[in-house]
């Protein structure tokens, strides 16, 4: 006997969670069903997210911060340590209890809004008038039914070609967050997030690391000025990164991976690892939802086919999230989700793509919004540039933290802020300031005459907006 829903979701990441909370929370009947599992084999909801990629990675980021600090830095403060190690079977159990801490926090938060959670793999079954049949698939199957039903199946890591994933010496994300000694010398193909986070952990931890990158050009969608700053902190720090690459064979053995590849000189190279990182990117994961059997519509790239809206080819059916196109951000995600569940209840959900932030948890930390220098030049669009540097920034200095910069771009003639770019100290706080004002459409002249506490980084954000206007007080 199927149970009846009003509405059904399928995943329980970011998107698909927070979607099941709201329509919930709007009066609905829901059911959430997710597939992933923890160590002892019971339900990890959280997806992507919490069990392989925001929440590990930071943990372990912060974990690995405080290592380097404590080796290079605690000394400046008068802090003598004698010879510091690092246990990192011990850092990678602080991980993993920190995921089964948000895996915990979403099953209150399912239990504490009446959402049915449903632990299993869900699939569409067959569509009938009114409605659509999913079957939950696991330790417990199940039949349910729904008039509504959300996809929020997320992304796989996309492999290289002919060069599957291992988890051993060849590592997706899930692999680089659960070694269990550092590699003596550590390979990474790909310098986006994940390749600089990853390849930052490790190094701080003692790794030779070594990143490959095929464009020519460092953080492509980053501000140029903002990209070559960060870039500059990376080389100072020993993080060894080539552009212009071209990767060969890539063969595994006892002894680790060997990388041939074609340096941006045209000339053939060879990289010796004990690990191989390959972060290239990721693909919308439909495995197992049986699309076909209903007719939901996927494009050339496997992902749903929506709408502005989030609607599918199929009445009652939406998709959030990286199975989608756009971004693949969890907060971009949870921001659909939420629209979603409200367009449902016969509300105006809002998802402005514009004022999506995206952080880089580096260090130093890389955040932005909106749109770039070049992009503006591109777009023949006249804009006035101020930056403000953390090098003159009170609180920078008393962190002991001066690295990078803030600036604010602004529309010539009417001064709305049309993008904000950090690099530096808590950059991924900061820019929260920035989406407000966007999406308020304030102008620089609006954060250059707001009060910000001092001494804070926050400084530098009214400072850099000032410089706008070639007013700066401080630099």
Request: aromatic letters at 6%.
């Amino acid at each position: 006997m199927s149970q009846t829903f009003d509405v059904i979701v399928i995943g329980a990441g970011p998107g698909g969670y927070i979607a099941a909370i709201r329509a919930a929370q709007l009066g609905f009947k829901v059911a959430c069903i997710d597939e992933w599992k923890n160590a002892a084999g019971g339900p990890a909801p959280g997806g992507t997210c919490t069990n392989v990629g925001c929440i590990p990675s930071k943990a372990l980021l912060q974990s690995s911060e405080h290592f380097e600090h404590a080796q290079h830095h605690f000394a400046e403060h008068g802090i003598s340590t004698g010879k510091v190690t690092m246990d990192v079977a011990k850092m990678v159990a602080r991980k993993d209890a920190v995921v089964k801490q948000n895996n915990d926090g979403i099953l209150y938060l399912f239990k504490k809004n009446k959402v049915s959670f449903f632990h299993g793999r869900g699939s569409f079954v067959r569509a009938f008038e009114g409605g659509y049949e999913i079957a939950v698939s696991g330790d417990k199957p199940d039949t349910l039914v729904a008039k509504q039903v959300i996809v929020a199946t997320g992304s796989n890591a996309r492999a290289l070609p002919g060069v599957a994933f291992d988890e051993v010496n060849i590592l997706s994300n899930d692999g680089a967050l659960r070694l269990s000694a550092v590699p003596k010398k550590l390979a990474v193909i790909g310098s986006g997030v994940i390749g600089l986070e990853m390849g930052s952990v490790w190094r701080r931890l003692g790794a030779e690391v070594t990143i490959l990158e095929g464009l020519p050009t460092f953080l492509g969608a980053v501000d140029e000025q903002i990209a070559k700053e960060a870039k500059k902190a990376f080389d100072k720090q020993g993080l060894k990164i080539e552009l212009g690459v071209k990767v060969g064979e890539i063969t595994t053995s006892k002894k680790g991976v060997s990388i041939a590849y074609t340096d941006a000189k045209g000339e053939s190279r060879g990289l010796e690892a004990d690990k191989l990182i390959v972060s290239i990117g990721r693909v919308p994961n439909t495995i197992g939802l049986n699309a076909e059997a209903v007719g939901l519509k996927l494009d050339e790239r496997g992902a749903i086919v929506v709408d502005d809206e989030c609607r599918t080819n199929l009445p009652g059916v939406w998709a959030v999230g990286d199975v989608v196109r756009g971004p693949m951000l969890a907060h971009k995600a949870e921001e659909e989700g939420v629209a979603v569940a409200e367009r449902i209840a016969g509300q105006h959900g809002h998802v402005h793509f514009n004022t999506i932030p995206w952080v880089i948890y580096t260090s130093p930390e890389i955040a932005w919004v909106g749109r770039t220098e070049q992009q503006l030049k591109a777009d023949g669009v006249a804009y006035k540039a101020g930056t403000f540097p953390f090098l003159a920034n009170g609180r920078a200095r008393a962190l002991g933290d001066t690295t990078g910069m803030v600036k604010i771009l602004a529309d010539a003639k009417t001064d709305e802020i049309l993008g904000v770019h950090i690099v530096g100290p808590m950059a991924s706080e900061l820019i929260a300031e920035a989406v407000v004002a966007m999406e308020f459409k304030a102008s620089a002249e609006d954060i250059a005459r707001i009060c910000h506490a001092h001494p804070s980084l926050s400084e530098a954000t009214k400072e850099a907006a000032l410089a706008v206007d070639k007013r700066t007080l401080n630099f």
